[in-house]
DNA sequence: GTCGGATGTAAACGCCTGTTGACTAATTTC
DNA sequence: GAAATTAGTCAACAGGCGTTTACATCCGAC
């Protein structure tokens, strides 16, 4: 036998890249920017520290890439609902459908670094979401009240999604799908029902 | 004159903690715990470094102390509401009509230190706020739907302080109590409203 | 007035942080 | 298969962190 069970470790650059980018999601999201140190990062994707700076240049760097990249990602998942899709929606991010139970995405768009460009991304994000979202109950431009209704939407999923993953307070710690669709449905049908 | 415009500073003990436990929970509510030196804090307070250890023994202590403060600021000002009032109630903490528009006490909530005693603190209070407004609601112990949902209306209104006070999304961000008022109220009753 | 505890100061401590440069090892290219 | 390029390793760095220690200063009691 040459190699059967043998856990080689082929050197990929791309692959690398990409357990680094995971690590980095997982850390910042549940511990915060500031918390996390790139030793923990590197550690948890079983790299090498000075990778990190390799690859993105600087811890900045890679918080920026995890940003975009999960971007990315819930605009894959996100697009093109109707109104009484959304909730249904939201649930299943909050309740982690895809991974496991864990809404990292959107609790990282809570987590600030203090770095300007960093946070540009991250409130041009929100700022497309709740467009997005206001036009889906009829919002035209220059209609306030209905754009701070999406936002005051977003905000209370956010809070939701980071009360989840950092405190273990049950039932709402806990809570599955099931669960969590009745009181979220009310909350956004009540929130964007327009006044 | 012998003392008149000078801003002769006294010593005083009990004056210097709350300079400091003001500063801290500035800090902390914005930055977060991670982000926040002790020297940004005594500084802020215009007070050496080493009185931190001196009257709160650590860092950790301090913000156990911020958020203990906060805690009972909180219970004074949010004791013996009627259900109808509660949105009231919230609005007026997101607008911060107490302070300059900064709902730290709330955020404060949503900000771990990674202790655990400290995080026991934060998540008591959680529990304690969510059992009195589902109690309102018309909560009974084991209703464990009636609870969560509680929760969820706390989990929405952190998110809305959170998001208010870290990015700059308007109109939001800059959002009044009157503007707030008739979202939030609208948000409240839908999720609190036994089904 | 002076003594003694309380209050504030300054500098240093050891540790951990993010980042870098010189190096080795694997992989691709020809 | 040798050369060249890419991927990964290791150790050290300068700076900032929380904390402590030894010292100056103020203030109230006697």
Redesign the interface.
């Known amino acids: 036998m040459t190699s059967s069970s043998a856990p080689i470790k082929r050197r990929d650059a791309t692959r690398t890249r990409q357990l680094l980018l995971d690590a980095a999601r997982h850390r910042f999201a549940s ?5 996390t140190t790139v030793r923990d990062i590197a550690d948890d994707a079983g790299v090498n520290v000075a990778l990190i700076s390799r690859y993105f240049s600087s811890k900045e760097g890679l918080f920026e890439a995890c940003l975009t990249s999960s971007v990315d990602e819930m605009r894959r998942t996100a697009g093109g609902a109707r109104l009484d899709e959304v909730a249904e929606r939201i649930v299943e991010q909050l309740a982690g459908i895809d991974s496991d139970g864990f809404p990292r995405h959107l609790v990282l768009l ?1 987590r ?1 670094s ?1 770095d300007a460009r960093a ?1 540009e991304i ?2 041009g994000m ?2 497309t979401f ?1 467009e997005k979202l206001a036009s889906l109950a009829g919002w035209t431009e220059g209609d ?2 209905l ?3 999406a ?2 939407t ?7 999604a ?3 993953s ?4 049950e ?2 710690g806990s ?1 599955g799908r099931e ?2 669709i ?3 449905t ?2 956004i ?3 964007l ?1 327009k ?1």
Chains 1, 2 share one sequence.
């Open positions: 511990d915060g920017y500031a918390a809570l600030s203090g946070d991250r409130v929100l700022r709740a306030d009240e754009l701070l209704r936002q005051v977003i905000a209370a999923s956010l809070g939701i980071l009360l989840r950092n405190t273990r307070l039932p709402l809570a669960d969590l009745g009181p979220v009310d909350l049908t009540a929130i029902r006044p």
